[in-house]
């Protein structure tokens, strides 16, 4: 018997076969998977995105420079406040506009209410009913109704501070250059820390949950890039830093790194210059600064099993709880230190010049740059998406992974893979540079 | 009134398709916190890929369709979608007007290759984005940029309960004077879309003392050029300004595009 199927898996390995995934299920945007195995070796990964392109980059010039928090949260539903402070740090710093420290703080605790909302939304609804074996989180909620509503309630929470501090909760409106339109007042931030206090014990749980799950035995080992503060955990400011030494302000961006339009796979890669692949999101965010993180966070990643870095991106799940508990306790704390402020906005003059800017989205670090003329009308500008600078190595990272798991049936590996892209929650609504990809099968 | 499931005997098939967009319309669907697990207790949740990886063969009774058409291969899946829905309903700003990536209607879309990409040749994309209803007959338009949340759960309940959904034609400036706020406009000197835009949203900008940029698109015969020609007379604004203004997430639709051509490129 034992014979006889090794034999048979001999005769399948000699084949060649294709395990493609149409459309991928449970990420934000539209794309597909292809991997192509010949014998007993995987010959290529593709992660496809046929999400059309949308060309931000070519309709923002001839726009002014009041309009890219507007236009370009417009790139992603998911992670909209992303683009609007990166597109805000890249023009101030173009016009060398210094806001204020409440203004800075605002501008924190909305980025905490994405953060949550984002991280709750893939830990619950796409990444966890993977682990479970459910196919999505509403068969999860038959049979687990009271966790999955814990998971609806926090999301819930970071969108009300989204709601109160910008607005709404999908393409806020209360974002300016300099500051915001509105300030809270300090009542209705009072209402919402009673709401956190729950989101906390949430927060915890949610932790403990994720910590229970099987993380199949996996790691990736590409240089983790992320932004870096001296006096805290890195969210909207600080420097770009790496674990092989990397360290450079907004300006040296674009001299260390390059896109690459890859005719092979058709799809633009962010790589650095000397080194090639690189990894933005989380587990690096994680990763660099474990030491910035609150003690209690620290302490529940310690218990939870993740180390002071996490290299199996399965775990990332677990990442992300870690750092939905942190974004909450920096609500807490902003609120609990607010004071409204007179005026919600710095006064903002554009002038000829180039600003370069960066913020740490959910799944990674989120690069703009715009030229203006001396009207402050756009000339020029780049933006580079997370998932862009990351689906290279997201390519790798499946490239391995199925190699030692040839063996299993068709089924389970793609269920498999299909877990291990939305590892890294890929927003492919995000990705304008990403092109439709022609299949080619064996 | 008779519900679906009486009427039918089972749960009625949903499905959500997506085209050019930003997912933050389908994602109005797992924001209803509050809702979402009494709606799946309604309607059975057959295709929706960014909630589940299980999917149900069609015909669907109701489709959501998120995005414009921008592609060859786009304005082919749309007539598939639309063959398999009983009734298909466009969500959003990019569905019901082509979105904000209709930028490319008044442009050359060969230079916006050109510009963000190294290889235009690889490049399958149609010159214009366009909505939903210039490709398939669509039986109900939901509009904004993101749509209201609860109005999207006020049509899906009005179409279990074979109902029209009711969701307001009127403009801004009514929801705006609901709600007490002062006038951005009028008192605050800042230029405003709310007296031609649709309302829906809440009025949110003016409550937080900024005029409104339009998202939800043109109300109901708006009269557009009489509130172009306030802005410039009162407000000082430049025909480039206005037809900045006229060409955001609704530049595709009719009285937008129209009215910023009347003042200019």
């Given at each position: 018997m034992q014979v006889r199927k090794s034999l048979e898996r001999k005769g399948k390995r000699m084949a060649t076969r294709t395990i493609k995934v149409g459309a991928l299920a449970r990420v934000e945007g539209e794309g597909g998977m292809l991997v192509k195995i010949k014998g007993d070796k995987v010959h290529e990964v593709q992660l496809n995105i046929y999400e059309p392109p949308r060309f931000f980059e070519a309709f923002l010039?001839?726009?002014?420079?009041?309009e890219p928090p507007d236009i370009t949260a417009r790139i992603c539903g998911i992670c909209p406040v992303a683009y609007q402070m990166s597109a805000c740090n890249a023009i101030e710093d173009a016009f060398g506009v210094k806001v204020t420290p409440v203004i800075r703080d605002l501008r924190r605790l909305l980025y905490c209410g994405e953060w949550i909302q984002s991280h709750v939304l893939h830990i619950y609804m796409l990444h966890a009913p993977d682990f479970l074996g459910y196919e999505s989180s509403v068969h999860l909620a038959a049979d687990f109704p009271d966790i999955v509503n814990r998971g609806l309630q926090l999301k819930k929470v970071g969108n009300e501070i989204m709601e109160l501090v910008g607005g709404r909760a999908v393409h806020p409106i209360n974002v300016r250059l300099g500051g915001f339109y509105k300030a809270p007042s300090k009542a209705q931030m009072l209402k919402l820390k009673e709401r956190l206090e729950w989101a906390l014990v949430a927060a915890k749980e949610t932790i403990d949950w994720v910590a229970g799950f099987n993380f199949p035995d996996f790691e990736h080992n590409y240089e983790y890039v992320a932004m870096r503060h001296p006096d805290t955990y890195a969210i909207h400011e600080g420097r770009l830093v790496s674990d092989a030494g990397l360290n450079i302000a907004e300006k040296d961006y674009e001299t260390i790194f390059e896109e690459q339009h890859v005719a092979h796979s058709n799809a633009l890669h962010s790589v650095i210059k000397t080194r090639g692949n690189y990894f933005v999101g989380p587990q690096a965010r994680y990763s660099l600064n474990f030491d910035k993180l609150s003690p209690l966070a620290q302490d529940y990643a310690l218990r939870s099993g993740l180390g002071k870095t996490c290299k199996n991106p399965f775990k990332s799940i677990l990442v992300r709880a870690v750092e939905t508990l942190y974004a909450v306790e920096e609500a807490i704390r902003i609120i609990g230190a607010y004071e409204e402020p007179e005026k919600a906005f710095v006064d903002v003059t554009p002038n000829a010049g180039t600003g370069y800017g960066w913020s740490e989205a959910p799944r990674g670090m989120l690069y703009h740059r715009y030229t203006f003329d001396d009207a402050g009308i756009i000339q020029d500008c780049t933006i580079i998406p997370p998932t862009s600078q990351n689906q290279k190595s997201i390519e790798g990272d499946l490239h391995h992974f199925v190699s030692d798991r040839l063996d299993l049936p068709k089924e389970d590996l793609q269920w498999q893979c299909e877990q291990a892209i939305r590892n890294y929650d890929p927003c492919i609504s995000c990705a304008t540079h990403f092109l439709k990809l022609e299949l080619e099968h064996l | 009134m008779t519900g679906f499931k009486e009427t039918y005997g089972r749960k009625p098939k949903l499905a959500v398709w997506k085209f050019a967009s930003c997912d933050g319309c389908q994602l109005s669907l797992l924001d209803c916190e509050d809702e979402l697990l009494a709606l799946t207790g309604e309607v059975e949740i057959a295709y929706f890929l960014e909630a589940s990886r299980a999917t149900v063969k069609g015909p669907y009774d109701v489709s959501l369709v998120e995005g414009s058409v921008t592609t060859p291969h786009d304005a082919e899946r749309i007539k598939k979608v639309r063959k398999v829905s009983k009734t298909l309903i466009t969500i959003g700003a990019c569905a019901t007007a082509g979105g904000v990536q209709a930028l490319r209607n008044f442009a050359d879309v060969t230079d916006f290759t050109r510009v963000v990409y190294a290889h235009p040749e690889f490049i399958k994309t149609l010159a214009t984005s366009t909505p939903i209803s210039e490709h398939v007959f669509v039986d109900f338009e939901l509009r904004g940029c993101p749509i209201n949340k609860m109005q999207l759960v006020e049509v899906i309940n009005a179409f279990l309960n074979g109902r029209k959904p009711v969701t307001p034609s009127h403009s801004v400036c009514l929801e705006c004077k609901k709600q007490g706020n002062v006038c951005v406009m009028v008192a605050g000197g800042k230029p405003c879309l709310g007296p031609v835009t649709q309302a829906g949203c809440g009025a949110i900008c003016p409550a937080f003392a900024r005029g409104c940029f339009g998202c939800f698109g043109p109300m109901e015969l708006p009269n557009a050029s009489s509130l172009m020609g306030w802005w410039k007379k009162?407000?000082?604004?430049t025909d480039d300004e206005v037809i900045r203004a006229l060409r955001t997430f609704n530049a595709g639709a009719e009285v937008f595009r129209k009215e910023g051509e009347a003042h200019g490129n």
């Open positions: 010039r001839g726009r002014s420079y009041s | 009162h407000l000082g604004a």
